[in-house]
């Protein structure tokens, strides 16, 4: 009979070497996030990969792999990982999420034809998203757009994302006119929008995604004292994140203020943000670099800057714009 001591020692090691392939699955996942947020996302994908050969049932693994898939605009594996990670885990509010994301871009990429196929399929996965978790606002937050914006031929309808805006200010003040807002903004109805996103600042954000999310229509709106507002709700919520560094300096430019602060800023903001497209990219800071230097009545290096922003983003018509106008090219 094997001693107690030596019994002891034997179910302890089994233990471990059971422990220990979910420990390594854990460090390839959080590595495989560390990539993502850089914007590395071959990378993650490549980490993710080779983790989900060794447990074919990890729904994270499946989830981030989705993630980064979209990124890569690779569709058919953004939606084929989806649906791995909601059928590891059919409860999980995120999987179901994320899904639908997926099953939405493929609709952006699709024919006519199919698109509908895959309009409510996007429809069917963030209404379950939000089924299963009513405080998953991000989920709520794609289902109030899609209902916004799709045709009832599609599971769209404003009236239902009425619905679900009334019961979203009930319960959480901020989220509901954020997505009473993204509404407003679709049907172009910008005053309307402009003040449903200023009453969701006053409700004080607690996801700085969402303070962000803010701060990208006020952009577009040229709104420099709300820009203010999101760069200090921003940084009160995550103090390292650079985003409200960049929104600041965009508040500044508007104003014509400052503009050598906005300048440091922006310089400081490209040196830090990730490429990761959660974040104003690259070509964004450098066209409003461009418009610092104009401000200023640097006309080269305001030219060097959005030839530089075009570069980065042939589609910049922003930059494009501005460049006609200093008669550049």
Not at 9 to 35: D, G, H, I, N, W
Not at 189 to 206: G, I, R, T, V
Not at 268 to 289: F, G, I, M
Request: with cysteine; net charge neutral.
């Amino acid at each position: 009979m094997l001693g107690f001591k030596r019994l002891h020692a034997m179910v302890l090691m089994a233990a471990l070497c059971a422990a220990a392939p979910l420990r390594a699955q854990e460090a390839s996942l959080e590595t495989a996030k560390a990539a993502f947020e850089k914007g590395d996302y071959a990378k993650a994908v490549e980490i993710l990969q080779s983790a989900a050969t060794k447990s074919s049932n990890n729904g994270e693994v499946y989830l981030w792999l989705t993630k980064s898939y979209l990124e890569l605009k690779q569709y058919d594996a953004a939606v084929s990982s989806g649906e791995k990670a909601v059928a590891a885990d059919p409860k999980n509010s995120v999987y179901h999420q994320w899904l639908g994301e997926a099953y939405g871009a493929k609709a952006d990429h699709s024919s006519m034809l199919s698109a509908y196929g895959w309009a409510r399929k996007t429809q069917k996965e963030f209404d379950t998203a939000v089924q299963l978790d009513a405080h998953n606002y991000d989920a709520v937050q794609d289902l109030i757009e899609y209902d916004c914006t799709a045709p009832g031929m599609v599971g769209g309808g404003e009236d239902k994302a009425q619905v679900l805006i009334t019961k979203l200010v009930q319960s959480n003040a901020a989220e509901g006119h954020y997505g009473a807002g993204i509404c407003k903004a679709q049907k172009k109805d910008y005053a309307a929008a402009d003040a449903e996103f200023a009453k969701a600042l006053e409700n004080k954000p607690q996801s700085a995604k969402r303070v962000y999310d803010i701060g990208d229509y006020f952009l577009q709106r040229n709104h420099a004292d709300s820009l203010l507002t999101v760069a200090t709700q921003g940084e009160a919520l995550t103090p390292k994140d650079p985003r409200g560094k960049f929104y600041r300096a965009c508040a500044q430019i508007i104003q014509g203020e400052k503009l050598g602060d906005a300048e440091k800023l922006l310089r400081d903001y490209l040196q830090t943000a990730p490429a990761n497209s959660e974040y104003p990219s690259a070509s964004q800071a450098h066209y409003w670099l461009g418009r610092t230097y104009e401000a200023q009545k640097n006309a080269a290096a305001a030219r060097n800057e959005y030839q530089t922003a075009i570069k980065l983003n042939p589609k910049s018509r922003l930059a494009q714009e501005a460049l006609k106008r200093l008669g550049g090219s």
